[in-house]
């Protein structure tokens, strides 16, 4: 197994867990304050790459859908209404998050669509070739072991199904670099600190971003796990990108 710089990132230096532990560790504590900080940090903008990634979909109609590392539920409740699976089941190793999405599912009137389970992108406890497609939003840079969970999500992908992940990526233009650099080195651990008081959760999204193999070099990823078709949008001037393959 390869490893990548991210995997070796943590949102705790000085704790001697593993970064699976650190990570649901930082979402439990975040939890409550989660969706909040989303539209505020991304001014909204989120929910419109969010739409992006699932249309993605929309000419393969999947019936099976499993959202990997699915937090509070954004996309699952999401897929739910643009693309109208049969069934969708979303996976996290965080409690405190999947509390506040089970309760965003029941508000919706979706817990007949949506099922949340615990649940680790490095062991998924579902057979091969369960799912029509896999989404995974802002979650492969928490990933422990990015291989093992990218051939994990390939193994319960049926033939013909398709991956979409949604992440952050760095802006290559000078002028937006900078004011990019400002905002999630000072002003994003400045908010996240006042609101969640949690400063380490907001300083990890940073690092994680700045070590995580974005654009070509995540494609060139997916292509020696054996995904096919594979390929990659950058958004909002390359502060976000998704990436598409299949198996």
Known sequence: MTNFAHDTVMPYKDASTSKKQQV?????????????????LSAGIDIGWRK????QLIEIAPKQLLDVATGTADIAIMAANILKPTKIT???????????????????????TIELLKGDSETISFADNTFDAVTVAFGVRNFENLEK???????????GGKLVILEFSKPLL???????????????PTVGKLISKNKEAYKYLDESIQKFPEGKNFIAILNSGGYKNTYY??????ICSIYCGSK
């Open 174 to 188: 000078p002028g937006v670099k900078t004011i990019y650099n400002l905002y999630m080195k000072i002003v994003t």
């Open 24 to 40: 649901a560790t930082m979402f439990d504590d975040i939890a409550g304050k989660y969706d909040f900080l989303n539209r505020f």
């Open 149 to 159: 969970g990218l051939n994990e999500i390939k193994r319960v992908l049926k033939p």
């Open 52 to 55: 992006k990634a699932l249309k």
């Open 233 to 238: 949008k950058k958004l909002s001037l390359g």
């Open 90 to 112: 979303g996976i996290d190793i965080s409690d405190g998050m999947l509390e506040v999405g089970r309760k965003k599912v029941e508000k919706a009137g979706l817990q007949n």
